[in-house]
């Protein structure tokens, strides 16, 4: 079965630059949110999109932006990056049943040096 | 603290011993999630339960979810050392989509 699919796998920038990480979602699923989980911390909830509307927001900075495509696909745009942004960035999508199980991509490295 | 607790923080055991993980939360919610996770990697899914559920089994895994205590545990069965991973439970919030994760347990099985 097709799985939520992340690109790029690994990032590494400087400060003060900018990252944009990608995401394609489960077909079919009309939800991508988005997710960051420091070293040894808890996943945290940043953002969600439903059918290219922005539904739910989070703990995300005003550095960062997102969005979602006609095609689904959502892209994280990080600006001005900083060391404490090094950390595991995950987008999961889930479908248009009612609970919402989300299933997760395979999360994109980032390393800021 | 609005994410909720999950204990143990680390659990070892034994291959065929087993393990129990519990949350506790302080929200109404609309269903938990029980993710794993191995070191660095990405969070599998395991099993979805929704408030007005009380178990569920899928396969070695056995999830409950008492509402009133505002609490669910995890029980994984006979564990294999292939089970060593993270473990945390996402709560979905009423009304929200968005999962709040608890704090992880870190599960050890030693072969």
């Known amino acids: 079965a097709a799985g939520v699919i992340q690109s790029p796998r690994h990032l590494i920038k400087e400060k003060r630059e900018t990252a944009t990480l990608k995401c394609y979602p489960i077909?079919?699923?009309?939800?991508v949110y988005w997710y960051q989980q420091g070293p040894g911390q808890d996943p945290q909830f940043l953002i969600s999109?439903?059918?290219?509307?922005?539904?739910d927001k989070g703990s995300i900075p005003d550095r960062f932006s997102a969005q979602q495509f006609s095609d689904y696909h959502s892209e994280l745009n990080m600006s001005s990056l900083e060391l404490g942004d090094s950390a595991l960035y995950f987008c999961?999508?889930?479908?248009?049943?009612?609970?919402?199980?989300?299933?997760f991509g395979p999360g994109t490295r980032l390393t800021v040096t | 603290s609005q994410q909720g607790e999950e204990d143990p923080q680390a659990l070892s055991i034994q291959e065929g011993e087993n393990a129990t993980m519990n949350c506790s939360y302080k929200?109404?919610?609309?269903?938990l999630q029980w993710y794993r996770q191995n070191s660095g990697r990405g969070l599998v899914h395991l099993i979805l339960?929704?408030?007005?559920?009380r178990e569920k089994h899928s396969g070695r895994l056995r999830v409950t979810l008492d509402t009133s205590k505002k609490s669910s545990s995890l029980l994984i069965t006979a564990s294999r050392a292939a089970d060593t991973a993270s473990y945390f439970c996402?709560?979905?919030?009423?009304?929200?989509?968005?999962?709040?994760f608890g704090s992880g347990t870190r599960l050890q099985v030693q072969p």
């Open positions: 999961a999508s889930s479908g248009a049943s009612g609970y919402y199980e989300q299933y």
């Open positions: 077909p079919r699923h009309d939800t």
């Open positions: 999109f439903y059918e290219k509307m922005q539904s």
């Open positions: 929200t109404s919610i609309n269903n």
């Open positions: 339960i929704r408030s007005n559920e």
């Open positions: 996402a709560r979905g919030d009423t009304g929200r989509r968005a999962l709040t």
